[in-house]
């Protein structure tokens, strides 16, 4: 395998567990409301989530697991912001998936247009 071709299985490796998590509707919903509506707390994420709290509690740890989001305390309570990083590493991750489709539908093209 070429160094190149190692070097892209490596980082889409990394990328997996970013969306393995982003994968469940709950999860994504959730990653959804932060970008919206900023850092938020438990309480404030669990309204209207449709979940128990312990369950809204379960996806964030989820989504911390995968460096997708982080939390911070204030007083007794735990803000959960994004960690956008990782959410840029994945865009770079799907840009270069669409590359590569992109270069594969292009030589297929010219394959079959050089056919006689």
């Given at each position: 395998?070429?160094?190149?071709?190692?070097?892209?299985?490596?980082?889409?490796?990394?990328?997996?567990?970013?969306?393995?998590?982003?994968?469940?509707?709950?999860?994504?919903?959730?990653?959804?409301?932060?970008?919206?509506?900023?850092?938020?707390?438990?309480?404030?994420?669990?309204?209207?989530?449709?979940?128990?709290r312990q369950a809204v509690t379960?996806?964030?740890?989820?989504?911390?697991?995968?460096?997708?989001?982080?939390?911070?305390?204030?007083?007794?309570?735990?803000?959960?912001?994004?960690?956008?990083?990782?959410?840029?590493?994945?865009?770079?991750?799907?840009?270069?998936?669409?590359?590569?489709?992109?270069?594969?539908?292009?030589?297929?093209?010219?394959?079959?247009?050089?056919?006689?």
């Amino acid at each position: 395998m070429s160094r190149s071709r190692n070097a892209t299985t490596v980082k889409l490796t990394e990328a997996a567990p970013v969306f393995a998590a982003l994968g469940d509707a709950t999860r994504l919903r959730l990653v959804a409301r932060l970008c919206v509506d900023g850092p938020l707390s438990i309480t404030r994420l669990s309204k209207g989530a449709g979940v128990t709290r312990q369950a809204v509690t379960k996806h964030l740890q989820a989504l911390g697991d995968a460096g997708l989001v982080r939390d911070t305390r204030r007083g007794r309570e735990r803000i959960w912001e994004l960690e956008p990083k990782r959410l840029e590493m994945a865009r770079r991750r799907l840009d270069q998936i669409a590359d590569q489709w992109e270069a594969a539908i292009s030589r297929l093209k010219a394959f079959v247009e050089e056919r006689p």
